[in-house]
């Protein structure tokens, strides 16, 4: 089974497959978004993950990079002990972690999408590696689905399926890598 067959019509990952997953975006916080969730979802089914979306989205203020960024020992003790998310120190280390280094980022690339951008195309091996020397808990798995979460690897959603077509009319990264190497 793949995610373009058993997502419609589920009540949390239909909405997801059917208008996010594999959508090029450039929102900064729609991308560290994805990026914390991901790393949530390490260990943990996605079901989990988007039953407590509106729960991370609310104890991390909307994903709001520099407010996160400026979290200090109560913000992250607030989210230890806070039932509705995911509560794993090395998790919320991580999405702090990664949002000082996105503003880092900003200073060389303007945001986070124009640090993804400068570095398209890649291989999703060539991804990884950077992802690993970049961020914060970022292994093969979590820089792979948030690549295609986000557009930049294909293969989120099948050849078959009515939301790859609406995708490739976005003109998500991946298409522009397949395209020049089939020109080549």
């Known amino acids: 089974m793949n995610y373009c067959t058993i997502a419609p019509d589920h009540p949390l990952h239909g ?3 059917d208008c996010e997953y594999g959508f090029p975006t450039t929102n900064e916080a729609e991308l560290f978004e994805r990026l914390v969730l991901e790393i ?4 943990l089914s996605w079901t989990t993950i988007l039953a407590k979306r509106n729960n ?3 104890a991390y203020d909307n994903f709001e990079v520099d407010r996160v960024a400026n979290y200090g020992v109560n913000d992250r003790n607030r989210l230890l002990h806070d039932p509705t998310i995911v509560r794993n120190r090395l998790k919320i280390d991580a999405a702090i972690k990664n949002a000082r280094r996105i503003c880092e980022l900003r200073v060389e690339y303007g945001s986070f999408a124009g640090w993804l951008a400068a570095h398209h195309p890649r291989s999703r091996p060539e991804w990884v590696k950077l992802f690993k020397k970049t961020f914060a808990f970022t292994g093969g798995e979590i820089t792979g689905e948030f690549l295609l979460s986000i557009g930049y690897l294909p293969g989120a959603h099948q050849k078959d399926c009515p ?3 609406r995708i490739v009319r976005l003109r998500p990264p991946w298409l522009a890598l397949q395209v020049s190497t089939s020109d080549s």
């Open 56 to 58: 991370f989205r609310r």
């Open 40 to 43: 949530n979802q390490a260990g």
């Open 163 to 165: 939301v790859y077509r």
């Open 15 to 17: 909405p997801y497959h």
